[in-house]
């Protein structure tokens, strides 16, 4: 599985470094420009998390993220203004 960010001439940014090693179901862009990721992965660019994930503007993980290790799988995300979401 593969996560890429596009540049705007349609490039990839291989800046951007977030990779799940498993499936990824859905994603939501909050306001801050931080992703929210939901599907079936154990990790995200080798740091472990299982299933759910926030990340950076770089793709790394967001180890401030409370939300992690979900034990079932998301296949909906919405980011809310508030900055608070719905899985």
């Not at 090693?21 to 994603?27: C, P, V």
Request: charged letters at 15%; hydrophobic letters at 35%.
């Amino acid at each position: 599985d593969y996560l890429a960010r596009l540049k705007l001439d349609g490039s990839v940014d291989g800046s951007f470094v977030g990779q799940p090693n498993g499936r990824l179901d859905t994603a939501a862009l909050q306001n801050d420009g931080r992703l929210l990721l939901a599907g079936s992965f154990q990790s995200i660019s080798g740091t472990a998390t299982t299933n759910y994930a926030r990340v950076g503007t770089n793709g790394l993980r967001d180890p401030s993220f409370a939300g992690t290790n979900a034990s079932q799988n998301i296949s909906s995300l919405v980011a809310l203004p508030t900055g608070k979401h719905l899985a």
